[in-house]
């Protein structure tokens, strides 16, 4: 499949060549250069025409006819100091030209969004200090390029990122009963202007974290206040085993406004106290999962196990749950959406800024699908067009916080809340992180890692330390996806900072063998295979699917009875990477492309990544509750777009 695409792509570059260097000649001229003939040959190259030292006054980035896992036609430009960059897309996909480079609040040096057919200036590209800047897609991360910007002395070469805002830690609930109020909160996203308007649980994003210990149960209460446009909602409890009824399913049991819906939580497992475990809730809607996901309905939830508790793991403040998530915000510092339509196609300057806030938005694609009783796949965010992707990282809620720690050991647990975008995590001074979990309990042995790759939904339990290192400060940073990986490349940036403090007592353990939660044995027979593709053409419309089908709320795809082990196949046969989702059951990775899973997939598992032509196998057995529960991808996007499926439990 990633072979088919490459090829593609070289033809379609080439075909492509003569109208683009018409297009080229075009930009050349508008640019302003003084010799339009030179011009045309030289753009024909991607090179644009020469300036006095020899060095091109104007470049073209190009976008072929790549498919969604494509690349740069021209990955390498060069500009001079004044000239002027432009980006072409002949793709069927939307793209973005966004520097790794920013400025010291975390906003790239330049970041266009360029829609199918469309050419666009890159207005930050001018005026750089000369030197290398990477680039790369925002959507697309695995496509990058390289701009190299020539010329003397001086020119904006960012700065570094501060990280000035404090980190927030949601606070902590505990009782058997927790009450949210969902409601629109003014929240201190960014350090300096305008609060952001956002749409929360109990008025802070992430909303409170809720601990509770394995095995009590646990009621939350969930009350709409949310305005009149944001009409019903569903609150999922990501990871946890309970009843059909408060799984948080897209079209029933509702939450109105103006009224509330208590969910169930047992937090067992067969009987038995689930394991310790790092769930998070959010909003489940249909057709508005991205949208509410967005606007700040997220928190976390974590159930203590006394076991665990007890083999010495850090504990207290230095356990700390770290939600991750992009946002692009409008000047006005509200939350802004990259695929709202008019930004996209409408000619909005997309430059640092998004055009439209999400709130005062009302498009009928986005906020009335469920209500038209279908869903649109033609229309600018149909698939595969769709991608809320924003353009600064967030940690717990805040771009760029910062944490004051002592020089020992901390317990991180990571979540990527994302709609979209995935990160791969490192620290910023080459030290491994220690991961002990998944999310859905402990592995049976830590696992050293240089760098974890978290897609949307997934966690991981790391233990990170930070002995010797007082008066050095430590950035979690996300850097590029290994080259050679046919899959969707991950985000570039600072995520936040660590401020090691001072030396302190440290009585922390990591155990070479961990209380793991117990695996099944999975039966030999696959009971059910899920395929996840594109489906649909550009003329009647694409759709994201699982088993060649878009989601129906009134189809069942799979029958399960009560108290068997079963063995499935999650398998991706399109061309962009998927993290796909069972809901229900805590899972045993069996294997992963016909062998053994790595040694951070042999705990418990909910979401998967899926690279393009990956085969994964999981087991579990199916108790307690019956009736219907999602299997889909966590990528919210596709989720909302069809790739959405159910299965039934029954007795
Ligand atoms: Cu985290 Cu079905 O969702
Ligand atoms: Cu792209
Ligand atoms: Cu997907």
């Not at 390029?145 to 570094?160: A, C, D, F, P, R």
């Amino acid at each position: 499949m990633p072979c088919v695409t490459r090829t593609h792509r070289r033809t379609g570059g080439l075909a492509l060549l003569a109208v683009a260097a018409l297009v080229a000649a075009l930009i050349v001229h508008v640019s302003g250069s003084s010799e339009p003939e030179d011009g045309v040959a030289a753009a024909a190259l991607g090179a644009g025409t020469s300036g006095e030292r020899g060095t091109p006054v104007s470049a073209v980035v190009r976008i072929g006819l790549a498919g969604p896992t494509g690349d740069y036609a021209t990955p390498r430009v060069t500009i001079s100091q004044d000239g002027q960059l432009s980006v072409e897309n002949n793709d069927r996909y939307s793209h973005t030209v966004t520097s790794e480079a920013t400025d010291a609040e975390g906003r790239p040096l330049f970041d266009v969004t360029v829609a199918p057919g469309a050419t666009r200036v890159v207005r930050g590209a001018t005026g750089l200090a000369a030197g290398d800047y990477g680039f790369y897609c925002r959507l697309h991360p695995n496509m990058r390029g390289t701009l190299t910007v020539t010329g003397g002395s001086g020119g904006n070469s960012g700065g570094k990122q501060r990280f000035t805002m404090p980190l927030a830690v949601p606070r902590t609930v505990t009782d058997a009963h927790v009450r949210l109020d969902m409601r629109r909160t003014q929240s201190r996203m960014l350090p300096d202007g305008r609060r952001t308007t956002a749409w929360t649980y109990g008025g802070s994003w992430p909303g409170p974290t809720i601990r509770r210990p394995a095995g009590r149960q646990t009621l939350v209460t969930v009350a709409n206040h949310l305005p009149r446009k944001a009409g019903s909602m569903s609150m999922h409890l990501h990871g946890s085993h309970h009843a059909s009824r408060y799984d948080g399913q897209p079209t029933t049991f509702l939450v109105r406004r103006g009224h509330s819906r208590t969910y169930r939580y047992d937090l067992v497992d067969d009987g038995k106290p689930a394991p310790g475990s790092f769930f998070w809730y959010h909003d489940h809607r249909m057709d508005r999962t991205t949208r509410n996901n967005w606007m700040g309905l997220q928190g976390m939830f974590i159930v203590e196990d006394p076991q665990e508790a007890a083999i010495g793991l850090p504990q207290g403040v230095r356990d700390v749950p770290l939600m991750i998530a992009d946002r692009t915000f409008t000047k006005r510092n509200q939350l802004g959406m990259l695929h709202e339509p008019s930004m996209v196609h409408g000619g909005h300057d997309m430059d640092h800024d998004a055009g439209h806030d999400m709130e005062g938005m009302d498009h009928g694609d986005m906020g009335d699908m469920g209500d038209m009783g279908g869903m649109a796949w033609t229309g600018p965010h149909a698939p595969p067009n769709d991608a809320s992707v924003g353009n600064r990282l967030l940690v717990n809620g805040r771009v760029a916080p910062h944490l004051r720690t002592t020089a020992t050991r901390y317990r991180l647990r990571l979540l990527n809340s994302s709609a979209f975008s995935s990160y791969n995590l490192v620290l910023s001074n080459g030290r491994p992180f220690t991961q002990i979990g998944t999310g859905d309990g402990l592995l049976p042995h830590p696992v050293v890692r240089k760098h974890i790759l978290l897609g949307p939904a997934q966690r991981a339990d790391v233990i990170v330390d930070f002995h010797g290192l007082a008066g050095t400060n430590v950035v979690l940073k996300t850097v590029p996806r290994a080259k050679g990986i046919e899959g969707t490349g991950s985000r570039v940036g600072d995520l936040m900072q660590f401020r090691v403090r001072r030396a302190a007592a440290d009585d922390s353990r990591v155990p070479k063998d961990l209380p793991t939660p117990e695996l099944v044995d999975a039966p030999r027979k696959i009971s059910m295979t899920w395929d996840f593709s594109l489906e649909g053409d550009p003329e009647t419309g694409s759709f994201w699917a699982i088993n060649g089908k878009a989601y129906d709320a009134d189809r069942v795809d799979h029958r399960v009875k009560l108290g068997t082990v079963e063995t499935w196949k999650l398998k991706n046969t399109s061309d962009i990477t998927h993290y796909v989702h069972l809901h229900q059951l805590q899972w045993r990775t069996v294997s992963r492309n016909g062998k053994r899973p790595p040694p951070w997939e042999r705990g418990l598992e909910d979401t998967w990544k899926l690279d393009p032509g990956e085969v994964v196998l999981v087991a579990a057995k199916f108790t307690d509750y019956t009736g219907p529960f999602m299997v889909h991808c966590h990528m919210l996007d596709h989720e909302d777009h069809g790739m959405m499926a159910t299965f039934e439990v029954h007795r």
